[in-house]
T-cell receptor
Framework: AQSVTQLDSQVPVFEEAPVELRCNYS??????LFWYVQYPNQGLQLLLK??????LVKGINGFEAEFNKSQTSFHLRKPSVHISDTAEYFC??????????FGKGTRLHILP | DGGITQSPKYLFRKEGQNVTLSCEQN?????MYWYRQDPGQGLRLIYY???????QKGDIAEGYSVSREKKESFPLTVTSAQKNPTAFYLC???????????FGQGTRLTVV
């Protein structure tokens, strides 16, 4: 069975500073990995996904993530955050023909 | 526009009453999911379905029921047996089970 752990429940960062949101997963088979963003009282929106191929994945809103198989990680990064990036971010893992498992989320707080 | 529609956005019910949450998609997706979201607990899977007339329990199915009579529709009934039904409910769909999920805007259910 697969599982995913988001290592930080909250991350404060100053505006225009870089940020990294950490995600580790466990699985005995090849996985698909995702990052979603959720704004208050809304559904989740896909930021980026890794299905196969290049380990560096670029997504929307200037975010990117790197798949590291040896460390079983899929950390999300942005070089310079904006106040509009304030939201909750979810890492998710799945394998083909199986359900998608979500982490508990990381709240990103942007400080002025 | 293609997407997933959840209705209503807000729902209030008295304790002991059953309530049904609607989820409709026009993405021609085979797989559909229901998640429950509580603060600090991430998304927990209630039920999922890969094809019409077939569905499987997720991690927290007790007190919930679903049906999948049409490919486009996957309604969730919160029964009086659910001990703590107040939560934010999210419906999602995907084209092949395990690949990226598309989410509705959610239904916030409050039971008083």
């Amino acid at each position: 069975a697969q599982s995913v752990t988001q290592l930080d429940s909250q991350v404060p960062v100053f505006e225009e500073a870089p940020v990294e949101l950490r995600c580790n997963y466990s699985s005995s088979v090849s996985v698909y990995l995702f990052w979603y963003v959720q704004y208050p009282n809304q559904g989740l929106q896909l930021l980026l996904k890794y299905l196969s191929g290049s380990t560096l994945v670029k997504g929307i809103n200037g975010f990117e993530a790197e798949f590291n198989k040896s460390q079983t990680s899929f950390h999300l990064r942005k070089p310079s955050v904006h106040i509009s990036d304030t939201a909750e971010y979810f890492c998710a893992v799945s394998v083909r023909d199986d359900k998608i498992i979500f982490g508990k989320g990381t709240r990103l707080h942007i400080l002025p | 526009d293609g997407g997933i529609t959840q209705s209503p956005k807000y729902l209030f019910r008295k304790e002991g009453q059953n309530v049904t949450l609607s989820c409709e998609q026009n993405l021609n997706h085979d797989a559909m999911y229901w998640y429950r979201q509580d603060p600090g607990q991430g998304l927990r899977l209630i039920y999922y379905s890969q094809i019409v007339n077939d569905f499987q329990k997720g991690d927290i199915a007790e007190g919930y029921s679903v049906s999948r009579e049409k490919k486009e529709s996957f309604p969730l009934t919160v029964t009086s047996a659910q001990k703590n039904p107040t939560a934010f409910y999210l419906c999602a769909s995907s084209s092949i089970r395990g690949t990226e999920a598309f989410f509705g805007q959610g239904t916030r259910l409050t039971v008083v």
